[in-house]
């Protein structure tokens, strides 16, 4: 990305985007296609939010173009990104002629929003220690892309995009041959695709949407989870804008959060372990119910549709077990151990803010629930469940109660934190506002 221009997640793009986001669309009609129809797909492509996704397509025909590519290069990235949907030269038409096509649909675009539009000075983006990590990439895979594709010199014409033409491009032309063709990526080489796409500024869906992941087994660990999880996640998912959905497809939605960096199913399997633990404890059905009304802010009030606490987590369990089936078949969901050693440090975070928990209620307006009340039934959390789970419901109910920390709390917050491998943005985007700093 030039430094003229703020990051493409910056620019509101959640996917691939300019002349990828049109190879990616041609592959996805497959063979075929002519040129009035590919046109089109630039045009539809131009046309996006208002126009202003002309500016990067442009930018990126443009960029090859300026580029001493010869055309037998520009010609078989084209082919391997769009998994030959479209070839030019079928239709009497060079690469590089088709390029300049493109530019003009984007230039043409762009005047309609501004008449006086012409498009600047191409600024490819060739810092050579992003290159070179792209190269390295790209040469880990030369064995599997040449296997997948009858295309010859693909390896070498990516290469040459990357270190000759723009290596912002050559990148995702590089990850569009890489799905174009469904060549299996190991899991660890995605994450440095992953890491390599975020230095050059691309949204993750870029990197991760088509690529065929070679996953790990499922697993519980907290890797890639940088926010709230299990449970205590699931309850934030019902405080608002559940409610044109049933109860149970709310759950099938969020048993899907996996994120970019998880194996699929690593969310229903958390979800899983959390609610099985309540399940599995002596736990009253009445103090279920309480912590369930007290993380969702009374957002879906199963004491008001006849539904117990233990009977909705019975139904937690079953959309789990359900999700993991479809996409983690061998998976066999199992409790781990629980840490216990940190369940009388969190027992004294609950009781040194019990105080200020007397006299404030979830949802006062409607059925109020005190917030003595809520203290206790998780203190039983942490000593009859696990300490974890505990936390993650209190850090929970300091949020929905609006409790003010201390910069010492806090601080105590994070080490607990630290201890239970949460991630960065669990105490930023729950509790970090109620911090009351000098």
């Not at 300026?66 to 070839?87: H, K």
């Not at 295309?151 to 491009?169: I, K, Q």
Request: hydrophobic residues 40%; glycine residues 8%.
């Amino acid at each position: 990305m030039t430094q003229e221009r703020p990051t493409y997640y910056e620019l509101g793009y959640g996917e691939d985007f300019g002349l990828t986001a049109l190879t990616e669309r041609l592959n996805r009609q497959g063979p075929g296609t002519g040129p009035v129809g590919a046109l089109g797909c630039a045009e539809e492509i131009a046309d996006g939010s208002e126009g202003e996704e002309a500016v990067e397509l442009g930018e990126d025909a443009r960029r090859l173009l300026a580029s001493e590519l010869p055309e037998r290069i520009l010609r078989t990235v084209w082919l391997a990104s769009t998994g030959n949907a479209f070839d030019p030269a079928d239709h009497g038409m060079t690469c590089r002629g088709w390029l300049e096509r493109i530019s003009e649909v984007s230039t043409a675009r762009l005047r309609q929003n501004k008449r006086s539009y012409a498009p600047p000075p191409v600024q490819p983006v060739r810092d050579m220690r992003l290159c070179q990590a792209v190269v390295a990439e790209l040469r880990l895979m030369a064995r599997a892309l040449a296997s997948a594709s009858a295309l010859p010199g693909l390896v070498d014409a990516l290469e040459r995009v990357v270190t000759g033409a723009d290596g912002d491009l050559g990148m995702r032309l590089f990850l569009r041959a890489l799905k174009a063709h469904a060549v299996p990526v190991p899991y660890e080489q995605y994450r440095r695709l992953l890491e390599l796409g975020r230095q050059f500024g691309f949204p993750a869906g870029t990197v991760h949407d088509g690529l065929y992941i070679v996953w790990p087994q499922v697993s519980t660990a907290r890797q890639g989870v940088q926010g709230d999880f299990g449970l205590s996640q699931l309850a934030r998912q019902f405080t608002a804008g559940w409610h044109y959905r049933t109860p149970r497809a709310a759950v099938e939605d969020a048993v899907t959060y996996d994120g970019y960096e998880r194996p699929p199913g690593s969310e229903a399997a958390i979800l899983w372990e959390d609610t099985r633990r309540m399940l599995e404890s002596g736990l009253p059905d009445d103090t279920i119910t309480v912590l369930w009304l007290a993380a969702t802010n009374r957002g879906y009030n199963i004491d008001q549709c006849g539904v117990g606490g233990r009977e909705w987590l019975e139904q937690v369990v079953e959309v789990c077990e359900e999700h993991l089936t479809a996409v983690a078949p061998a998976y066999l969901p199992a409790t781990s151990a629980i840490h216990t050693d940190t369940g009388d440090a969190v027992l004294r975070e609950i009781r040194d803010m019990a105080p200020l928990a007397t006299g404030k209620a979830i949802s006062p307006a409607f059925r109020p629930l005190e917030g003595t009340t809520v203290m206790e039934a998780l203190e039983q959390v942490v000593t009859q469940v696990d300490p974890d789970l505990g936390f993650r419901l209190f850090l929970r109910t300091l949020e929905v109660l609006q409790l003010p920390l201390t910069e010492e709390r806090y601080a105590r917050y994070e080490i607990l934190g630290s201890h239970f491998q949460y991630g960065m943005e669990h105490l930023l985007f729950s509790v970090d506002h109620l911090v009351q700093r000098t």
